[in-house]
């Protein structure tokens, strides 16, 4: 047989698999590792999804989209940002905000380019930019800084190579959000080094300390070297509707809708339909849900307050705990292993972030509150046998 090509090897599978595995067979586990909400899709966006396939909703649609959900979004994208894009041309309907990601990078990389990434960051990141045969480049976000990169160390990042950089506030796996100053910072260095910027929005919806964060695109000369990217998943409860969607410059948005005719065409019909209910239906579901995640966050970051031993910085937006474990002097697969084996409680290594994370762990708090109750009971316990 000839060989399977050099990307199955790059592109591994993922530490939150390993912990997964881990766990199969074991009983009274507490998960605190699937990044979404524990809630169901709200009920007037699973209506519009059944009236529409009763409507004939069964066919392809246009590759970007149909045209009422482009414009639902780009009106969403005025109220949010202050920024027109024309639905036409500018905007773009993708199988989750993965996908938008997926076809952005694929459309800028070339093989042995470099795309620079928060270290740490969501773990797909880097496993897209070897999927486009190119390297990724991590830049350390220390809590230091809220998780947000330095200016000038994304600044010595740079090189001939380099395409262009991720920005995502509020983070995944940190919580951490990146203000206006350091913003205006990233977005004089792009224009400089003329990069790409790759806005990920998808908890846009989900901060709880009074502003929502300022997308760069929002910045001068900057929205034509950004793509926007958002999606369903997060903020309406939809991860598995598989509804995405992006606003950039026309050349990107043109060639991604390109490589989607050629990937799977278009995004599911009646799921298009739900996400028009989405954005434009009662928005008070989403906010009751942002209000229960608030809740718990105060719950986790009081709960681990009270732990020796474990630091967790107080996540600004998101639903996770990113939690400094040095003092332990294991290694994020080291303590998540012990944890899973004594207490039967799986969090993420911070390793599957990048290598800086290494010295975390992720808890996910979109679950229960006895789940966290009990899960954090455990870990408490599992710290005091340590002491
Ligand atoms: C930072 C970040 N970006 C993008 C996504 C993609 O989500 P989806 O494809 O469900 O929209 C996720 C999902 O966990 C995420 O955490």
Request: proline fraction near 5%; glycine fraction near 6%; charged fraction near 20%.
């Amino acid at each position: 047989m000839k060989a399977l090509s050099k990307a199955t090897h790059t592109v591994t599978n993922s530490p939150i698999r390993k912990m997964f595995n881990l766990a199969v067979g074991m009983k009274d586990v507490v998960s605190f590792t699937v990044g979404e909400p524990d809630f169901n899709t709200p009920d007037n966006i699973v209506e519009a999804c059944v009236t529409a396939l009763r409507n004939g909703a069964h066919h392809y649609t246009q590759n970007a989209g149909i045209l009422p959900l482009r414009e639902a979004v780009s009106d969403k994208f005025e109220r949010s940002l202050g920024l027109r894009y024309d639905p036409q041309s500018e905007v773009m309907i993708t199988s989750g905000g993965m996908e938008a990601l997926f076809l952005a990078l694929r459309v800028l990389l070339d093989s042995g380019d470099e795309f620079i990434l928060p270290d740490p960051s969501y773990t797909n990141y880097s496993r897209m930019v070897y999927l486009c045969d190119a390297e990724p480049v991590w830049v350390k976000c220390t809590p230091e800084n809220g998780f947000a990169y330095d200016p000038a160390d994304l600044e010595a990042a740079i090189t001939p190579k380099t395409k262009g950089f991720v920005v995502n506030s509020p983070s995944n796996p940190t919580g951490g959000t990146t203000g206006l100053e350091t913003l205006k910072a990233l977005a004089e260095i792009a224009k400089k080094h003329d990069l790409w910027v790759l806005s990920d929005e998808v908890y846009d919806q989900l901060v709880y300390e009074g502003e929502k964060p300022v997308s760069i695109a929002t910045l001068p000369g900057m929205r034509e070297r950004t793509l926007v990217i958002n999606s369903f998943s997060k903020a309406y409860a939809m991860t598995g509707w598989r509804v995405g969607y992006c606003a950039g410059p026309a050349d990107l948005i043109k060639n991604m809708i390109m490589f989607q005719e050629n990937v799977c065409a278009c995004v599911n019909t009646a799921a298009q339909y739900a996400a028009i209910e989405a954005l434009t239906g009662p928005q008070d579901k989403v906010e009751e849900m942002r209000r229960v995640f608030a809740e718990r966050r105060a719950y986790v970051v009081d709960a681990f307050s009270k732990i020796e031993g474990l630091k967790c910085y107080a996540p600004k937006g998101a639903f996770y705990a990113f939690i400094d474990i040095t003092s332990t002097g294991l290694t994020s697969e080291e303590f998540a292993k012990a944890l899973l084996q004594e207490e039967q409680v799986i969090v993420v290594p911070g390793i599957a972030f990048g290598t800086y994370g290494d010295q975390f762990i992720r808890l996910c708090f979109a679950t229960a509150m006895d789940n966290i109750q009990e899960g954090i009971r455990r870990i408490a316990h599992f710290m005091e046998k340590r002491r």
